[in-house]
């Protein structure tokens, strides 16, 4: 069985290119192919709520508190600087407004957000980003013509704890856009302004790099945490077929076989309570036909694909990166154990390296011939493993681990890439 969508003989070919070659590294045609499934990717919509989880269960609720205290820390620091400097200001009411639209500003949003269940609409996001600026404008007056006294905007650098406090309720492109125009704004202020001693600038450089600086960190911060949430969200879904039968239908075609469930009850009821007479129209017939021919083919397709194909096909970390050959689906014959410890195997190679850089490809069989008091009670067959973008030297302690579960190895280094070969023993059917 070949997984169709997931490794093409353009890939196959391409993978031997580069082997010949002497490299490693996958061409720019297959990370194209990669990036391009990675887009194309649709998980089936009885799964899309599980991989979008609350994010209070999953700790973003925590995340987000966290970046607020973070960034409440710079703004305690920042109002410090704002008092140590209060006799220096000629005229401070400015600054002390721009301080008090801005800590209004910040109480108010979080205290919305959370009535609104972490959500933060556009009208709220805009409302403050136009307070955000208002603040800046302010203290930039309060402060404008001091820096020989050593007087720089304080409010205005904070703006940026306000952005880092809704980095886990917007998306990042919005906050690092708005970011970016804060210290453009703040940088431009401080072209502007005359100086005696070229020196002064370097108060303001900071003040810069307090405004933008946490935000951008805020936002890379999040966006880890979510990957990462996702990725083990998505290890959780393909685990569940481990329990299949040796041949079965996937996510995907459970929801196909529920809709088809659906529309053939309904035609049925429509007969059986006389909504549709009989004969059928030519229409009503049609579409029974398409129906029964439906099914048809999910049933065929059931008795063809294995567990491990599920896994691959419906992971969008295992898809783009893992092509499978099990004409004979041997994967199915696995007992459990094997199963989870060849499903973490892949699992673990990919996510070792990097993502765009490493590639697996398994081949299951064929049957080898057993010897011995216990030949009729064995199977045996090779599970050839191959990789790119992953060397040996990175492969973590625990992957090791899982391989010798799925039976004993031979490994291999074949141009910076490793190479396993699986000697796999499972109970023989016909004994079953």
């Known amino acids: 069985m070949t997984v169709p969508g997931i490794v093409d003989a353009r890939r196959r070919d391409a993978r031997r290119a580069a082997a010949a070659g002497g490299s490693d590294q996958p061409s720019n045609q297959d990370r194209q192919e990669r990036r391009a499934y990675r887009r194309s990717f649709r998980r089936p919509e009885r799964t899309v709520q599980t991989t979008r989880a609350n994010q209070s269960g999953l700790g ?35 600054s002390l407004i721009a301080w008090g639209l801005l800590m209004a500003t910040t ?36 402060s404008w013509g001091e820096t020989d006294s050593g007087v720089y905007p304080t409010a ?27 210290g453009l704004l703040l940088f431009l202020g401080a072209l ?31 966006r880890g945490f979510r990957r990462m949430a996702q990725r083990e969200l998505d290890l959780v879904l393909v685990q569940s077929t481990i329990s299949q039968p040796q ?4 996510m995907f075609a459970s929801e196909e076989l529920a809709r088809i469930d659906l529309d053939a009850e309904t035609l049925l009821d429509d007969v059986a309570k006389g909504r549709t007479a009989l004969p059928l129209s030519s229409e009503k017939s049609t579409t029974a036909a398409d129906l029964a021919t439906q099914l048809r083919l999910h049933l065929i397709r059931g008795r063809r694909e294995t567990w491990l194909h599920h896994a691959i096909t419906e992971s969008e970390f295992l898809g ?54 216990s030949a009729r009670q064995k199977l045996r067959f090779p599970i050839e493993l191959t990789t790119t973008g992953v060397p040996r030297r990175r492969v973590d302690p625990e992957t090791w681990q899982a391989i010798r579960i799925v039976g004993p190895h031979v490994d291999s280094s074949r141009d910076g890439s490793l190479h396993l070969e699986i000697e796999c023993s499972i109970d023989n059917p016909a004994d079953a």
Do not use: C, K, N
Request: overall charge negative.
């Open 247 to 250: 041949f079965a239908v996937g």
């Open 60 to 94: 973003g609720r925590h995340l987000g508190i966290g970046l607020t205290f973070s960034g409440g820390f710079i703004t305690l620091f920042l109002f410090g600087q704002f008092a140590v400097q209060w006799s220096e200001y000629p005229d401070p009411t400015p």
């Open 320 to 373: 783009p990166s893992v092509g499978l050959h099990d004409p004979a689906g041997l994967a199915g014959m696995l007992d459990p154990d094997q199963r989870d410890a060849l499903l973490r195997t892949i699992w673990l190679l990919i996510s070792d390296t990097t993502r765009d850089e490493a590639s697996v490809s398994l081949s299951l069989g064929p049957i080898r011939p057993t010897h011995g008091v």
């Open 192 to 222: 502007t302004e005359e100086r005696a001693d070229p020196l002064t600038f370097a108060p303001d450089l900071l003040a810069i790099s307090l405004a933008i600086l946490p935000p951008l960190l805020g936002v890379a911060t999040v």
């Open 156 to 182: 205005a650098a904070a703006v940026g704890t306000l952005l880092i406090s809704l980095a886990t309720v917007r998306r990042g492109h919005d906050l690092v856009s708005a970011a970016m125009a804060l």
């Open 107 to 142: 109480v108010l949003a979080l205290i919305t957000v959370q009535r609104l269940s972490a959500r933060m609409p556009d009208w709220l996001f805009a409302a403050a980003i136009a307070t955000g600026v208002a603040v800046v404008v302010l203290d930039l007056i309060g």
